[in-house]
């Protein structure tokens, strides 16, 4: 393997010089001839990936990772495909292996099926990033701690517009007071400011890679050029009747950064299902959680049931009653996603079942009972 893992650096690697145990080292001695490199973009027709923070270039995605549905054989499901962040192996201009995350965001693809899409891999750190203008919604900002609390990946909620009106950041904050209670920092920003996005910089050391997440409109792309000092990414006004944004982004791209750090911006996301796999626990709920464990009954429903301490915070003021809300609903959207990926992977178990019984005629094809 010939590789300059000192290039790799300057996009996220995270060894020092080639490992030499692990599991990435594992796949790294089945394919000898090939060499690292990450996925910088995801578009349709296939993959950008770069080897250093020179310009990337295309390369052909393995045979099995075609866009298909079901379990028909060969088909590889798409959270098991390449995403903007991993780290794969190629010889020449082709993908040979894809090497393990260490993190990743996930949601429930759209459809009726059950999928899971990958919104980037790798990452240290997910901003998430909402305007201090009509684009603010603390739930769906709890929505996303679900999200990536359970992905390994470190969330900071960035507030950005802060130079508009003074008095919103403050009132943001006391909205968010549930939140930040959990260890999870909030800061708020003008994103055409670098003084004021330097407050970014403790999450974006050298070697870090960080995802921008929020709303079209909310400010990721003015926060990426910001932290590149040049105007790279293209950026709107949003609508003055209710701030919602037009997309500028239109796919997720990994950029390096002055400061040694990878940046992937994502187009404005509009529908955040979970996977099944959350906790919510780890999303932001732990004191909801905690509050639910003191209740009288272990069956509580946290509706009328005597000695219920979730309704007591409710009455006593110390807990948000539509922050509770939120969390009945995505306890119940979690629960709806966790029975449709168990049915997936028993229907998976099934058809590997099916294949493995299945008589063969002459040749050792499959053939019919």
């Known amino acids: ?36 490199a990450r996925v910088i973009e995801q578009h349709r027709s296939g993959y950008i990936v770069a080897e250093g923070d020179a310009p990337g270039f295309a390369v052909e995605s393995l045979p099995e990772w075609q866009r298909a549905s079901g379990y028909r054989k060969g088909a590889t499901q798409a959270e098991q495909r390449a995403a903007v962040g991993d780290w794969v192996l190629i010889e020449g201009k082709r993908i040979v292996a ?28 997910v901003l998430v990033v909402c305007g201090l203008d009509g684009d603010f919604n603390p739930r769906r900002i709890e929505r996303y701690l679900l999200l990536v609390q359970g992905g390994g990946s470190t969330p ?5 517009k802060a130079d508009k009106d003074p008095t919103a950041a403050d009132a943001a904050r006391a909205a968010l007071d549930g939140i930040a209670a959990q260890d999870i920092a909030v800061l708020a920003v003008n994103a055409k400011d670098p003084a004021s996005v330097a407050a970014l910089m403790p999450w974006l050391g050298a070697g870090m ?65 979970p996977t099944g796999e959350e906790d919510l626990a780890e999303g932001g709920f732990a004191d909801i959680e905690a509050l639910a464990e003191q209740c009288k009954f272990r ?10 301490a979730v309704r007591a915070a409710i009455e006593a003021g110390t807990l948000d009653p539509q922050r509770f809300a939120n969390y009945l609903k ?37 053939g019919k009972r």
């Open 330 to 366: 995505l306890r119940d959207e979690v629960a709806g996603a966790a029975d449709k990926l168990a049915s997936r992977l028993a229907q998976k178990a099934d058809v590997k079942t099916a294949g493995k019984t299945s008589p063969k005629r002459p040749g050792g094809k499959p």
């Open 98 to 125: 894809l090497l393990p995350r260490r993190s990743a965001i996930k949601r429930g693809a759209a459809g009726e099926h059950y999928q899971q899409q990958v919104i980037a891999a790798n990452i240290d750190t």
């Open 1 to 36: 393997m010939n590789s300059d893992f000192d290039a790799l650096r300057a996009i996220g690697w995270p060894y020092p010089g080639r490992p030499d145990r692990g599991d990435w080292a594992d796949a790294m001695a089945l394919h000898p001839q090939s060499r690292p």
């Open 156 to 160: 900071v909620i960035v507030l950005t």
């Open 299 to 308: 069956d509580c429903r946290h509706a009328r049931e005597p000695g219920c």
């Open 209 to 273: 890679t960080a995802v921008l997440v929020g709303s079209s409109g909310a400010g990721k792309s003015t926060l990426t050029n910001t932290l590149l000092g040049s105007e790279r990414m293209k950026t709107a006004d949003v609508r003055t009747h209710d701030a919602r944004g037009r997309h500028t982004t239109t796919h997720r791209a990994l950029i390096p950064l002055p400061s040694g750090a990878c940046l992937i911006d994502t187009p404005g996301m509009r529908e955040l299902k």
